[in-house]
């Protein structure tokens, strides 16, 4: 008895973050990202959080590393120009490796006030 009300609460608790519109993931190994902040602003979207932990146990670091980012800090440029145009994240979120990068607050989901205070 106690163990289906357990797995029903949590069912619901999914279906819940599943439906909700902005999901702002704070995992280990999450990144913060706001380096066109500007653009982001005049756009009325948010900064990015990327999940990290997410395609990390999907995939092996060659996979993203160094074939599409240089893993250092700051050395990506990423616009959504360049991932429409099937580079950076768009390698793989092109609708037919991962889904397209056509639903904005799937990765726009933190505020920009966020990164201030780490600046």
Request: glycine residues 6%; aromatic residues 8%.
């Amino acid at each position: 008895m106690i163990k289906k009300m357990i797995m029903s609460t949590l069912l619901v608790a999914i279906f819940i973050a599943s439906a909700s519109s902005v999901v702002v993931a704070r995992e280990y190994g999450d990144i913060y990202m706001d380096s066109t902040r500007d653009s982001m602003r005049k756009s009325d979207v948010g900064a990015v959080i990327f999940p990290h932990w997410f395609h990390r146990i999907r995939y092996k670091c060659k996979v993203c590393h160094e074939n599409i980012f240089i893993m250092k800090k700051g050395a990506n440029h990423i616009s959504m120009r360049r991932i429409m145009e099937g580079e950076a994240c768009g390698t793989c979120h092109n609708g037919q490796i991962a889904w397209e990068a056509l639903y904005c607050d799937r990765c726009h989901s933190a505020s920009l006030d966020e990164g201030e205070a780490n600046r």
